[in-house]
Each structure stands twice: as structure tokens, then as C-alpha cells.
């Protein structure tokens, strides 16, 4: 069956899915929230609207991964920031 039927989504509503699914950090969940798709209704809309091979690269890259699920995070709410990343401070870098 073709999600975006099954959804009523438009072209923009698909390209910003696939945006989002792309996305290493946007969980599936944030998807279904905000236009109504489950996961694995997003995961067959992924193999619909790209190619095989990027398909593949996509599904072995999110399977699993800890940020792609809400209930696999470590962090509940916020951005992630590494590290090794400086202060940033009225638009200055600050030095260490």
C-alpha cells in the first residue's frame, strides 16, 4: 500500500519525513507525533521513495541505534553538544 495515501500526505509532508528519518538524532517518535506515521510506516516509505541502495545504507545505519529511540536514549530532553565543543559567548568563541 502506498503510505502517503494511506496518511493523506502531500509532497512537502514527504520530503520533511524523509528529512527527519535521515536525521541520526530525530527519533521516530518526534515523526509520529508530528504527522501521524508510525515507525514502520516510515521505514516502508523510506524504501518507496529512495533508491535500493541508499535504502540499504540507511536501514543498516538506524537499526538499533540508540537515537533513533526515545526509550534507547540516554538524555530525555535537550540538545546534544560534545565535548570538545568551546563556549560560545556574545557571538565570541571563547578561548580554553
Excluded at 536525521?23 to 517518535?29: A, G, I, V
Excluded at 541505534?65 to 568563541?93: E, M, P, W, Y
Aim: hydrophobic fraction near 35%; charged fraction near 40%; aromatic fraction near 8%.
Amino acid at each position: 500500500m502506498n503510505i502517503s495515501i494511506k496518511y493523506e500526505l502531500d509532497e512537502r509532508a514527504i520530503d520533511r519525513i524523509i528529512e527527519m528519518a535521515w536525521e541520526d538524532r530525530t527519533p521516530f517518535d518526534a515523526i509520529e507525533e508530528q504527522f501521524g506515521v508510525p515507525e514502520k510506516d516510515v521505514i516502508e516509505l523510506m524504501r518507496q521513495e529512495m533508491k535500493l541502495s541508499s535504502w540499504k545504507m540507511w536501514r543498516k545505519r538506524v537499526q538499533g541505534r540508540k537515537t533513533k529511540h526515545r526509550q534507547k536514549r540516554d538524555f530525555q530532553v535537550g540538545r546534544h553538544k560534545c565535548s570538545r565543543q568551546r563556549a560560545i559567548s556574545l557571538n565570541k568563541i571563547s578561548k580554553r
